[in-house]
């Protein structure tokens, strides 16, 4: 299995700047995908989703973007704020209602 | 907005104890999960449960974790010796469709 440690990859970014979190999935037959955030103590918040049928979507601040072809997603937020500093989790799963297979997280944090 | 519902926010309890988390699902949501986090690291699938049984579980839902739906509302969690690897962030979760909501968790403290 994947090695997974205390220390989540960081990215840093200065608020009002765009953030662009990478995510790379695992099983090809996955069709569904969640973007989550998580604050401490907390537990995981829905963001954002997609269909496999889909290459793109947007929603308030946040866009997914969905590449197939080689099982990479990506949440791109627009404008960074304070509040967005938390852990980005993406998920994948291959139908609704099926267990949620989690990537290891990045955390955000965001510099005033 | 509903929510799911996880009680208690946290438990410390002694190696070898018995515990059971407790969760109540959004009303209209049939199926319902359990999810762990250890300190740092990927939340991690346990149990999936539709129709009053288990569907789907992990390897990490060995004999010693079980679940139930005692009553029309709640869904536990029971570790039944716990141990000190045991100790975690442990979520529910419940889902109709594509949307899945997830509560605020358990944080156990296994000493």
């Known amino acids: 299995g994947e090695s997974v440690g205390l220390h989540l990859p960081t990215l840093s970014v200065q608020e009002g700047d765009n953030s662009i979190i990478n995510c790379a999935y695992s099983?090809?037959?996955?069709?569904?995908f969640i973007w989550y955030k998580q604050e401490s103590g907390k537990g995981p918040q829905f963001i954002i989703d997609?269909?496999?049928?889909?290459d793109k979507r947007q929603g308030q601040r946040v866009t997914v973007l969905l590449n197939k072809t080689v099982k990479h997603l990506s949440l791109q937020i627009a404008a960074t704020q304070p509040g967005d500093s938390a852990v980005y989790f993406c998920?994948?799963?291959?139908?609704?209602?099926?267990?949620?297979?989690f990537g290891k997280g990045t955390r955000l944090s965001v510099i005033a | 907005e509903p929510e799911v519902t996880q009680t208690p926010s946290h438990q410390v309890t002694q190696m070898g104890q018995e515990v059971i988390l407790r969760c109540v699902p959004i009303?209209?949501?049939?199926?319902f999960y359990w999810y762990r986090q250890i300190l740092g690291q990927k939340v991690e699938f346990l149990v999936s449960?539709?129709?009053?049984?288990?569907?789907?579980k992990s390897e990490i839902f060995d004999d010693q974790f079980s679940v139930e739906r005692p009553d029309g509302s709640n869904f536990t969690l029971k570790i039944r010796s716990t141990k000190l690897e045991d100790s975690a962030m442990y979520f529910c979760?419940?889902?109709?469709?594509?949307?899945?909501?997830f509560g605020s968790g358990t944080r156990l403290t296994v000493v």
């Open positions: 009303s209209n949501h049939l199926y």
């Open positions: 099983n090809s037959a996955s069709d569904y």
């Open positions: 997609i269909r496999s049928n889909m």
């Open positions: 979760a419940s889902s109709v469709e594509w949307g899945y909501t």
């Open positions: 449960f539709y129709n009053n049984e288990i569907s789907e």
């Open positions: 998920a994948e799963t291959s139908s609704g209602n099926t267990p949620l297979v």
